[in-house]
């Protein structure tokens, strides 16, 4: 039988420790580069509570909401896809993990729809756009909203993009039950861009 | 068979996931960069051997200095040891066959050399005149090409994180039988420190520089007064980053210290586990020092009280490294090599430069020094007589085991001379300045700053020479220096009890160690892989 | 409980908190809305790490990662935020310098 691990690793299990301790401590890489937004967001509102309540009463709450349950169902697909991983049957991981990329599939879309609405309004990021004329909305809301959610997106795809990759290796027995780990860290990635999202949504859409 | 006589084919290198030709790689590199950003310097000093005009204009002189931060800062310091040294020992002496994962590791050089290619490009399109902090909002509407600038350093910022990443895990997971935690050579600790900072703080510098990007390109106003932005925001998280990018320098330099003092005092250092927390809490309060670069940006009082008291702590730690470093050398069997002039250069001059630290966290001194030749005096003396004086200590101390060659030791004990000459002599004018009210990154001074200054680009030119000198040694000892022995220095330390150099393998057998890197009242005999 | 069933079971937890975070966003709970939001957020995200990414079951390696990642955002925003909510205002704004002079 053909070895499972890299030669330079004692064994299976040292090197999936490996691989997870790794994917860890890229999350923590990755929820320092949204700190700097969150930042920015906390201290922007301090700054001007009331220009960001108004942009927030406008924004599109019921958009958001749904992409929120979207994101969470998705999460749910992607633990389920782990599980049957576990009790080695691929086949239903294939299909979870394939589910999971479309839940994200439709999340982006939704958003695209949500951008669409705003633009056609004439809200632009950085206070350009026709809104700003008449709106005593506070610019730096909307750019910040545009910034946070699109850099969210963009680890939506590339989320995306990881999920559909694994679930064809899984599909090609590239991945199989002893080396399970490696649908986890694709999917504990996943977890981290939905973990974003649940701060992200309240801040920028309800309170 | 070592590890350089393996496979002689370019491709073998380009494409090696040795860590060991992945370190000399980037040997290379940083070297380059180096001299690059030397070259930048030297530029800067001869243009203020006159007050107004020397040899370029003004627009030009904006951009040479700011190319001389980025280059140097980004392109050669925070590289320089852990890239080299760190990927060429670390799993060397904690006994590993390779990193944990050799392939990223190989990426990561190439994102490296990706990001300094386009960084160098956007100084061909036009230079960057901002300064390497891209404060804001002048970094939103420089003429200049921030942009790719900025770019260049988020792909660099990449190369850093997946390094990290890669160290932590290999420590976490790779060490051989007899490597416990409180086995671990101190230069391991060093590296390890280092990149726990590497990744957790780089991402926030990548988003900050992107937002000035952003800013620049599409006029988003995320820092901009008049549309509701606040620049000092800006600040907050470039130093959050750029404070503890210093650790991110001067780390791995003090672990460089740390196991060239042992060697060559042939003693096992005064505290192991002092220089262990030390290490460690450096990384972590480093973190929450940023605000003693704003004490007059409009930051609030009650910010920069707190952040000049916890500025201050970083002392503490540092000072319980210099004196555990001191007292190691009692009893011990001093051997006056090259590695340890370094050493004891390096110790000079981050004492001294240390002690300017405390002086500009203080705020009401601070108010006087900020944005003067003061502050650049004083972390040129951190930055450069911390980390290059460890570089160059590291450099001499494990070339013969890099290489398998000895280097000259007289032209090494010159060369000494000549960067502490040089060095003092262009930095030490440099606070003389600036205490009498030069400010820094002025194209034109008074006529009464002259001889001051005419001294600083004079021992710019003497730090030169020596650097040129040392060169030529390790270029004359490759081509035909003698032929090392396995351990030229007698040292316990783990990497030194396999050939020199190693095998691509590191050790011919998976090692177990039978004895601490630091027993030196063990016979060396005892002491085997 | 088969393991797979309670998966569900938190799913369907999460998207009960975020029902309730949403409909308490058309109450109007005054100063209190941020801080209830942000609580229920916390109460999600506390069921994603630890049902989910199983962190209680990782090694204590990761752990401590992802505690430092926490810590550090955390010691980002408080620093930050400290300072523009103790800033004085500045003394000589362009309407009251144009007033003095």
């Given at each position: 039988m053909r070895e499972l691990h890299a030669d330079h690793f004692e064994s299976l299990e040292v090197q999936a420790h490996a691989a997870r301790l790794g994917t860890w401590i890229f999350l923590c890489s990755e929820l320092l580069l949204f700190a700097g937004l969150f930042t920015l967001l906390a201290a922007s509102r301090a700054h001007d509570p009331r220009g960001f309540h108004e942009g927030m009463t406008h924004a599109a709450r019921t958009l958001g909401s749904i992409n929120t349950g979207v994101l969470l169902v998705s999460s749910t697909t992607a633990a389920l896809g782990v599980q049957a991983m576990r009790e080695n049957r691929p086949s239903r991981a294939f299909w979870l993990v394939l589910t999971t990329a479309t839940l994200g599939l439709v999340f982006l879309a939704i958003k695209i729809a949500e951008y669409a609405e705003h633009i056609d309004e004439g809200i632009l990021p950085g206070g350009h756009g026709a809104w700003f004329a008449s709106h005593a909305d506070a610019p730096l809301y909307w750019t910040l909203y545009y910034l946070m959610t699109g850099i969210h997106a963009i680890h939506v795809f590339v989320g995306m993009g990881l999920l559909v990759w694994t679930a064809v290796r899984v599909r090609a027995r590239l991945i199989v039950h002893e080396t399970s780990y490696k649908l986890d860290l694709v999917v504990l990635y996943w977890h981290l861009v939905d973990l974003i999202w649940i701060f992200l949504w309240p801040l920028l859409y309800l309170a | 068979m070592s590890y350089l006589t393996v496979d002689k084919t370019v491709r073998s290198w380009l494409l090696t996931t040795d860590h060991k030709r992945i370190g000399i790689l980037y040997l290379g590199a940083v070297l380059t960069m180096m001299a690059l950003g030397g070259l930048f310097a030297m530029l800067i000093r001869i243009e203020h051997l006159t007050p107004g005009p020397t040899i370029v204009s003004a627009y030009t002189y904006n951009r040479l200095f700011t190319l001389h931060g980025i280059t140097m800062v980004w392109l050669f310091m925070i590289p320089s040891i852990p890239t080299t040294f760190g990927n060429f020992l670390l799993p060397v002496m904690i006994g590993?066959?390779?990193?944990?994962?050799p392939r990223l590791n190989l990426a990561s050089f190439w994102i490296y050399v990706a990001g300094a290619l386009v960084t160098l490009g956007a100084m061909l399109a036009g230079g960057v005149d901002t300064g390497w902090t891209f404060y804001t909002p002048y970094s939103a509407s420089s003429p200049s090409a921030v942009v790719p600038t900025v770019i260049g350093i988020f792909i660099v910022g990449w190369s850093t994180i997946i390094t990290g990443i890669n160290f932590i895990v290999t420590v976490h997971?790779?060490?051989?039988?007899?490597?416990t935690w409180m086995r671990m050579p101190l230069f391991v600790w060093a590296i390890y420190g280092t990149s726990i900072i590497q990744v957790l703080a780089t991402p926030v510098l990548g988003m900050s520089l992107l937002l000035v990007g952003v800013d620049h390109y599409l006029q988003w106003g995320l820092f901009d007064p008049a549309r509701g932005g606040d620049p000092v925001l800006y600040q907050h998280l470039f130093w959050f980053y750029s404070h503890p990018a210093v650790y991110i320098m001067i780390l791995p330099a003090m672990g460089v210290i740390s196991e060239v003092i042992p060697t060559f005092a042939h003693k096992?250092?005064?505290s192991y586990r002092a220089i262990v927390y030390s290490t460690l809490g450096i990384a972590f309060v480093g973190f929450l020092t940023w605000g003693h670069h704003m004490f007059v940006a409009g930051m609030s009082r009650f910010d920069a009280g707190a952040f000049g008291i916890l500025s201050m702590m970083v002392a503490i730690f540092s000072a319980v490294k210099v004196f555990t470093w001191s007292l190691s050398f009692k009893q011990g069997a001093i051997v006056l090599k090259t590695p340890l002039l370094y050493a004891f250069l390096f110790l000079f001059l981050f004492i001294f430069g240390g002690m300017t630290g405390v002086a500009v966290a203080t705020m009401s001194l601070d108010v006087h020094w900020h944005d003067t030749y003061f502050v650049v005096a004083h972390f040129h003396f951190i930055m450069v007589g911390g980390t290059l004086t460890g570089f160059l200590a590291g450099l001499h101390y494990w070339f013969p085991k890099m290489f398998g060659r000895m280097y000259d030791e007289t032209i090494g004990v010159i060369s000494v001379i000549l960067v502490f000459v040089g060095f003092v002599g262009t930095f030490l004018p440099q606070f003389l300045l600036g205490n009498a009210g030069m400010p820094r990154r002025y194209y034109d001074y008074a006529p009464r700053f002259q001889p001051l200054h005419v001294a600083s680009t004079i021992g710019a030119l003497v730090l030169a020479s020596g650097l040129v000198l040392t060169l030529y040694n390790f270029v004359r000892a490759l081509r035909r220096g003698e032929h090392a022995p396995d351990n030229p220095w007698q040292s316990r330390s783990y990497e030194w009890l396999t050939a020199s150099p190693p095998p691509k393998e590191n050790f011919t057998k998976s090692p177990s160690f039978s004895l601490d890197p630091y027993a030196y009242d063990q016979p060396l005999e005892n002491a085997h892989a | 409980m088969t393991p797979s069933r309670k998966i569900v079971a938190i799913g369907i937890a999460l998207v009960a908190l975020a029902a309730l975070s949403f409909t308490l966003s058309h109450v109007?709970?005054?100063?209190?809305a941020l801080p209830v939001a942000i609580l229920i957020a916390v109460g999600k995200a506390g069921l994603v790490v630890h049902f989910f990414m199983e962190l209680s079951d990782a090694r204590a390696s990761a752990i401590l990662a992802f505690i430092s990642g926490i810590l550090l955002l955390a010691i980002l925003l408080v620093l930050a935020v400290a300072d523009v909510e103790t800033r004085a205002a500045p003394p000589l704004l362009p309407a009251n310098h144009a007033h003095l002079s």
């Amino acid at each position: 039988m053909r070895e499972l691990h890299a030669d330079h690793f004692e064994s299976l299990e040292v090197q999936a420790h490996a691989a997870r301790l790794g994917t860890w401590i890229f999350l923590c890489s990755e929820l320092l580069l949204f700190a700097g937004l969150f930042t920015l967001l906390a201290a922007s509102r301090a700054h001007d509570p009331r220009g960001f309540h108004e942009g927030m009463t406008h924004a599109a709450r019921t958009l958001g909401s749904i992409n929120t349950g979207v994101l969470l169902v998705s999460s749910t697909t992607a633990a389920l896809g782990v599980q049957a991983m576990r009790e080695n049957r691929p086949s239903r991981a294939f299909w979870l993990v394939l589910t999971t990329a479309t839940l994200g599939l439709v999340f982006l879309a939704i958003k695209i729809a949500e951008y669409a609405e705003h633009i056609d309004e004439g809200i632009l990021p950085g206070g350009h756009g026709a809104w700003f004329a008449s709106h005593a909305d506070a610019p730096l809301y909307w750019t910040l909203y545009y910034l946070m959610t699109g850099i969210h997106a963009i680890h939506v795809f590339v989320g995306m993009g990881l999920l559909v990759w694994t679930a064809v290796r899984v599909r090609a027995r590239l991945i199989v039950h002893e080396t399970s780990y490696k649908l986890d860290l694709v999917v504990l990635y996943w977890h981290l861009v939905d973990l974003i999202w649940i701060f992200l949504w309240p801040l920028l859409y309800l309170a | 068979m070592s590890y350089l006589t393996v496979d002689k084919t370019v491709r073998s290198w380009l494409l090696t996931t040795d860590h060991k030709r992945i370190g000399i790689l980037y040997l290379g590199a940083v070297l380059t960069m180096m001299a690059l950003g030397g070259l930048f310097a030297m530029l800067i000093r001869i243009e203020h051997l006159t007050p107004g005009p020397t040899i370029v204009s003004a627009y030009t002189y904006n951009r040479l200095f700011t190319l001389h931060g980025i280059t140097m800062v980004w392109l050669f310091m925070i590289p320089s040891i852990p890239t080299t040294f760190g990927n060429f020992l670390l799993p060397v002496m904690i006994g590993a066959k390779e990193v944990a994962f050799p392939r990223l590791n190989l990426a990561s050089f190439w994102i490296y050399v990706a990001g300094a290619l386009v960084t160098l490009g956007a100084m061909l399109a036009g230079g960057v005149d901002t300064g390497w902090t891209f404060y804001t909002p002048y970094s939103a509407s420089s003429p200049s090409a921030v942009v790719p600038t900025v770019i260049g350093i988020f792909i660099v910022g990449w190369s850093t994180i997946i390094t990290g990443i890669n160290f932590i895990v290999t420590v976490h997971t790779m060490r051989a039988r007899g490597v416990t935690w409180m086995r671990m050579p101190l230069f391991v600790w060093a590296i390890y420190g280092t990149s726990i900072i590497q990744v957790l703080a780089t991402p926030v510098l990548g988003m900050s520089l992107l937002l000035v990007g952003v800013d620049h390109y599409l006029q988003w106003g995320l820092f901009d007064p008049a549309r509701g932005g606040d620049p000092v925001l800006y600040q907050h998280l470039f130093w959050f980053y750029s404070h503890p990018a210093v650790y991110i320098m001067i780390l791995p330099a003090m672990g460089v210290i740390s196991e060239v003092i042992p060697t060559f005092a042939h003693k096992n250092p005064y505290s192991y586990r002092a220089i262990v927390y030390s290490t460690l809490g450096i990384a972590f309060v480093g973190f929450l020092t940023w605000g003693h670069h704003m004490f007059v940006a409009g930051m609030s009082r009650f910010d920069a009280g707190a952040f000049g008291i916890l500025s201050m702590m970083v002392a503490i730690f540092s000072a319980v490294k210099v004196f555990t470093w001191s007292l190691s050398f009692k009893q011990g069997a001093i051997v006056l090599k090259t590695p340890l002039l370094y050493a004891f250069l390096f110790l000079f001059l981050f004492i001294f430069g240390g002690m300017t630290g405390v002086a500009v966290a203080t705020m009401s001194l601070d108010v006087h020094w900020h944005d003067t030749y003061f502050v650049v005096a004083h972390f040129h003396f951190i930055m450069v007589g911390g980390t290059l004086t460890g570089f160059l200590a590291g450099l001499h101390y494990w070339f013969p085991k890099m290489f398998g060659r000895m280097y000259d030791e007289t032209i090494g004990v010159i060369s000494v001379i000549l960067v502490f000459v040089g060095f003092v002599g262009t930095f030490l004018p440099q606070f003389l300045l600036g205490n009498a009210g030069m400010p820094r990154r002025y194209y034109d001074y008074a006529p009464r700053f002259q001889p001051l200054h005419v001294a600083s680009t004079i021992g710019a030119l003497v730090l030169a020479s020596g650097l040129v000198l040392t060169l030529y040694n390790f270029v004359r000892a490759l081509r035909r220096g003698e032929h090392a022995p396995d351990n030229p220095w007698q040292s316990r330390s783990y990497e030194w009890l396999t050939a020199s150099p190693p095998p691509k393998e590191n050790f011919t057998k998976s090692p177990s160690f039978s004895l601490d890197p630091y027993a030196y009242d063990q016979p060396l005999e005892n002491a085997h892989a | 409980m088969t393991p797979s069933r309670k998966i569900v079971a938190i799913g369907i937890a999460l998207v009960a908190l975020a029902a309730l975070s949403f409909t308490l966003s058309h109450v109007s709970l005054g100063v209190a809305a941020l801080p209830v939001a942000i609580l229920i957020a916390v109460g999600k995200a506390g069921l994603v790490v630890h049902f989910f990414m199983e962190l209680s079951d990782a090694r204590a390696s990761a752990i401590l990662a992802f505690i430092s990642g926490i810590l550090l955002l955390a010691i980002l925003l408080v620093l930050a935020v400290a300072d523009v909510e103790t800033r004085a205002a500045p003394p000589l704004l362009p309407a009251n310098h144009a007033h003095l002079s």
